[in-house]
């Protein structure tokens, strides 16, 4: 059985940092595509960040350029996502997730492709 267990939110100012950490657990993590999602009150659920196994390669959406930063340690079956100088608009559920067929990484990924999620963790931007 697969299964993603994300850690690492919680309440943060402006400007503040989070690493979020998704530890997988039930197959390796070759040959697929990791991806951060996130979900905020009122709104859909959006893409942030990937990483795709099979050659390292990332991706980083608009909303979060520059600002954040996906890493694997193949080691430990475990994804990180970076998230620096956070915006009372980045709070949110934040998911991660696998996909292991269309292997997108980039403006593509949907959260259809997904096979296996885990159940979040709530990141909260606020003075």
């Known amino acids: 059985q697969v299964q993603l267990v994300e850690s690492g939110g919680g309440l943060v100012q402006p400007g503040g940092s989070l690493r979020l950490s998704c530890a997988v657990s039930g197959r390796t993590l070759d040959y697929v595509v990791i991806s951060w999602f996130r979900k905020a009150p009122g709104k859909d659920r959006e893409p942030i960040s990937c990483l795709r196994t099979a050659d390292g390669f990332t991706y980083g959406a608009d909303a979060v350029a520059g600002r954040s930063h996906v890493s694997i340690d193949m080691q430990i079956n475990t994804v990180y996502l970076q998230m620096n100088d956070l915006k009372p608009e980045d709070t949110a559920i934040y998911y991660c997730?696998?996909?292991?067929?269309?292997?997108?990484?980039?403006?593509?990924?949907?959260?259809?492709?997904?096979?296996?999620w885990g159940q979040g963790t709530q990141v909260t931007v606020s003075i």
């Open positions: 997730a696998i996909d292991v067929s269309n292997l997108f990484c980039d403006d593509r990924i949907h959260s259809g492709f997904y096979k296996y």
